[in-house]
């Protein structure tokens, strides 16, 4: 049996020849020659004013929470169907995450939702662009500007991709990108905060330098550096930024490999949608997708369980994705939904994701989709979408 796995972590050929090269320049622990390409490349191509490489998106969302100072009950509007960190990250602070619906066409967080949910307590925005599809990030800024709100990008599944020929993390206030083995460019874990707003580049330095003005010292700018402010141990080693460098050097070509497999697995499930089987993608036009995740919403009624388990058996790993937030014991500790949840509660049960990575030959995209068709005849329903 062949089979077919849901990643497959992608490597370029340069990053250990990058790995050997940094251990050659005596510098290891971080914020080394590599760091600095990386830090270069990411203000170039997101247009940031400060770029800054951390151990993981999730560490990047907490030094966000820490620059926009998420006080005890201070609220954050985000959706529920997203990855723990997006919440996690304001509550470590003390921060209420407060829920919203998702859009049914693209899974984001629907902006029309957001402005009902604002009362006097909340500070900040966090629009998470799903699949690398973008938010509907005018209504979200325009918001946000009329209530004196902050915007956190939750870009972890955003990188080369854009909003009206804006790139996804560039946009708001604060953005946060993901580098784990899982994404299309990678360094196995990693992450980066982007800064866009030029009052919070010094203090996110401190912040991720254990809350010390390091980096102006070594800049020359003090002549020690000493505890300034609240912050961690934020940055990742200078092998993990040897590998990314790998990949962001190869970033566009990455994508448009990407691209053609999510093209090719959107002209085969044509027909599947047609019959009734399955939706699939909805891309707005003023979205340039990076072909993150190819998935399916199954017609209702279908057990998503059986067919994920009867593609297993024909060597097809397929996947679903989020457990809702204001579903699980903590997202109902430290959370609250404002309005009815219905598309995440609904959506969430119908997504499965397909295997996408580089390499999946058309006989293996083929195999899958033949797979999905038969597993989900088997567990069928008379009902449509």
Request: glycine share 8%; net charge negative.
């Amino acid at each position: 049996m062949n089979l077919i796995p849901f990643n497959r972590p992608y490597m370029t050929g340069a990053e250990i020849d990058y790995i050997r090269d940094a251990n050659q320049r005596n510098m290891l622990a971080g914020d080394g020659w590599f760091t600095k390409q990386c830090h270069r490349w990411l203000e170039s191509n997101v247009g940031a004013q400060k770029a800054l490489l951390t151990h993981s998106c999730t560490a990047a969302l907490e030094m966000a929470a820490l620059l926009i100072d998420i006080q005890p009950g201070d609220e954050v509007i985000m959706p529920s169907y997203t990855f723990v960190s997006t919440a996690n990250a304001f509550v470590l602070r003390g921060g209420v995450p407060v829920f919203v619906d998702i859009r049914a066409d693209t899974l984001n967080i629907d902006e029309t939702k957001i402005e009902a949910a604002i009362t006097d307590r909340t500070r900040a925005i966090v629009p998470v662009h799903y699949a690398g599809v973008a938010c509907e990030m005018d209504a979200i800024m325009d918001v946000a500007r009329r209530y004196s709100l902050k915007v956190i990008e939750d870009a972890a599944q955003g990188v080369m991709a854009g909003y009206k020929g804006m790139p996804l993390g560039g946009i708001g206030d604060l953005g946060a990108f993901s580098f784990h083995e899982t994404k299309n460019v990678i360094s196995g874990e990693g992450g980066a905060l982007l800064v866009n707003r030029h009052q919070y580049t010094i203090k996110a330095e401190i912040i991720r330098e254990k809350g010390t003005d390091r980096s102006s010292f070594f800049r020359g700018e003090v002549d020690k550096y000493t505890w300034q402010s609240v912050g961690s141990s934020f940055l990742p080693g200078e092998l993990t930024a040897a590998f990314l460098w790998a990949q962001l050097e190869q970033a566009k070509k990455i994508t448009e490999q990407r691209l053609h497999i999510w093209h090719r697995y959107n002209l085969l499930t044509e027909s599947l949608e047609r019959e009734g089987f399955l939706r699939r993608p909805r891309i707005p036009a003023e979205c340039e997708h990076n072909a993150h995740i190819f998935y399916v919403l199954l017609k209702s009624g279908v057990d998503r369980k059986r067919v994920l388990d009867e593609m297993k058996n024909d060597g097809v790993y397929a996947l679903f994705h989020y457990v809702p937030l204001h579903s699980s014991p903590a997202g109902k500790r430290f959370g609250r939904v404002h309005g009815e949840l219905i598309n995440t509660d609904q959506l969430s049960e119908q997504v499965i994701r397909l295997p996408l990575w580089i390499g999946l030959s058309e006989s293996d995209q083929a195999h899958v989709i033949g797979s999905l068709k038969s597993a989900i005849e088997l567990a069928g329903s008379e009902q449509l979408i």
